[in-house]
């Protein structure tokens, strides 16, 4: 039997995105965020409200990364998730996080996070959403596997778990997309 819970921003798995900017004098910035994801093939759309410094960091800059968390790094992907940039400074640096400019956007790459994606900024939406077109993708080497693709039980991206207010690890393999569905045609 199913218990109803009514309306709630349960949707699973929701990842763990890490936003990187600059503000208007090019101090890196980051941001965890778990509403977020695919807004078309080659966009994102990050649903920010407007009193974060990384909205008014893409505004300024026209640029930002989204990083994925991992496992390993989820101590300071909470930090950056609960501390704001508008009253702590040092935040990033508190954090732990590197930072590396990105050859392809103006806005950094968290070093201790091994896939990112480089974003130039859109538009913001009819919703008030940020809306950023993917220019690149890059993955540290260290979670690709023999065949050079992305390896997730190297890579292990956390997910939020809204009911509970938890993180958990991605990676399992537990079957093959388009492929394992046509045993029942």
């Not at 998730?81 to 950094?108: M, Q, Y």
Request: proline share 4%; hydrophobic share 40%.
């Amino acid at each position: 039997m199913r218990k109803n819970f009514g309306v709630k921003s349960w949707f699973y798995p929701l990842p763990v995105l890490i936003i990187g900017t600059y503000d208007k004098n090019g101090v890196a910035d980051a941001m965890n965020a778990a509403w977020g994801g695919l807004y078309d093939a080659d966009k994102v759309v990050l649903c920010l409200s407007a009193g974060h410094k990384t909205t008014a960091n893409i505004r300024e800059r026209r640029a930002f990364t989204v990083s994925f968390a991992t496992a390993q790094q989820v101590v300071p992907s909470d930090y950056v998730g609960i501390i704001s940039a508008n009253r702590e400074p040092r935040k990033l640096e508190k954090s732990g996080f590197h930072t590396t400019k990105s050859d392809f956007v103006d806005a950094p790459l968290i070093d201790e996070l091994p896939v990112a994606l480089e974003c130039e900024f859109v538009k913001v939406n009819e919703d008030g959403n940020i809306i950023g077109q993917i220019v690149n993708v890059c993955i540290d080497e260290s979670v690709l596997g023999e065949d050079g693709k992305l390896d997730l039980g190297k890579f292990r991206p956390i997910c939020f778990e809204p009911a509970r207010n938890a993180y958990h690890a991605l990676g399992e393999k537990v079957g093959n997309a388009f492929a394992d569905g046509a045993a029942l045609q």
